[in-house]
Nanobody, 114 residues
Framework: QVQLRESGGGLVQPGGSLRLSCAVS????????MAWYRQAPGKERELLAT???????NYADSVKGRFTISRDNYKNTVYLQMNSLKPEDTAVYYC????????WGKGTLVTISS
């Protein structure tokens, strides 16, 4: 089973930035579409951004213009650069394939608070 390991979360003030990373095990990473998701307390998991194997990207309206997804196929890693963070961005952030597979990493907690 592929392992998904997210990192980079933390406590940031509103308006700040964070860069999340997700290391993906397995040798076929480069052929898969990947995505970042998040789950805020008491809410459903939300799809935020996708990056295809051809590095085409797409974003949810809630993060468009503020977040940037990217990938490094040599490092088997997906990134999420998050700028202009808002308190409503507070959530546990996960990466997964797109569409998501039925297993998830532990995620990384992002807290936006002054």
């Amino acid at each position: 089973q592929v392992q998904l390991r997210e990192s980079g979360g933390g406590l940031v003030q509103p308006g700040g930035s964070l860069r999340l990373s997700c290391a993906v095990s397995g040798s076929m990473f480069r052929i898969y579409d990947m995505a970042w998701y998040r789950q805020a307390p008491g809410k459903e998991r939300e799809l935020l951004a996708t990056v295809t194997s051809a590095e085409s990207t797409n974003y949810a309206d809630s993060v468009k213009g503020r977040f940037t997804i990217s990938r490094d196929n040599y490092k088997n890693t997906v990134y999420l650069q998050m700028n202009s963070l808002k308190p409503e961005d507070t959530a546990v952030y996960y990466c997964n394939f797109f569409p998501a597979r039925n297993y998830w990493g532990k995620g990384t907690l992002v807290t936006i608070s002054s």
